[in-house]
């Protein structure tokens, strides 16, 4: 299996409830990354925490690490219909640098219903 | 700041012929783009990492015959898949990387992606 899994695959919620997904990882990392894509679009950045943190946020969003558990979970709150997406994480070894190229996950992809 | 435009967005052509893709990035300077694969409802495989004015380092299983890559100065990469087949059709993604004052972390900025048909 290949490094950054995200599950669930597919989440449904409705407009307004928390949605949480959770991604594992195998390697020591340097950082984690989570991403956002639009159907047919580019990547857009959501956030980054380093494996030295353990919980950042940034408006709605709320993320933790666990670099003994290898995971990490992405927390949008009070969700919205145009969260609607897929969602990645993405990691960058620590054996490689803080600057080193990303693996990314499977991706989740999330629908809010409104 | 920091965008990254692909060119084109989207592109249909016939099995044999070739097709050059550019990753430009527009409001900064990056000295390191990346080149992704993306197959529907699947993840992004990094395919290649382009370093301006020096060779490309490509993945494992990738050809670096068929897919050349080209970074001729700090704001654009290009990808051109030479003699396309259908198995090329894919949606492919460059990223470019911040280099920031100071060290750090550098981040990565993507493109909008360009569809690739091959009929």
Redesign the interface.
Known sequence: S?QGEEDPQALSIQEGENATMNCSYKTSI??LQW?RQNS??????LI?I?SNEREKHSGRLRVTLDTSKKSSSLLITASRAADTASY?CAT?RLDTG??S???????I?LSVRP | GAV?S?HPSWVICKSGTSVKIECRSLDFQATTM?W?RQFP??????MA?SNEGSKATYEQGVEKDKFLINHASLTLSTLTVTSAHPEDSS?Y?C?A?VTRAGG??????????T?LTVT
Not at chain 1, 101 to 107: D, E, Q, S
Not at chain 2, 41 to 46: A, E, N, P, R, T
Not at chain 2, 104 to 113: A, D, K, L, S, V
Request: a positive charge.
């Open positions: 290949q340097n950082n991403y047919g679009r580019g990547l857009v950045h980054l380093r990645f960058a803080a600057n190229k990303l693996t990314f996950g499977k991706g992809t | 990254v692909q990346f992704y409802k699947q993840s992004l495989m990094l990492t949606f993604i990223s990387r750090g972390i550098n981040e990565q900025y993507f493109g909008p992606g569809r």
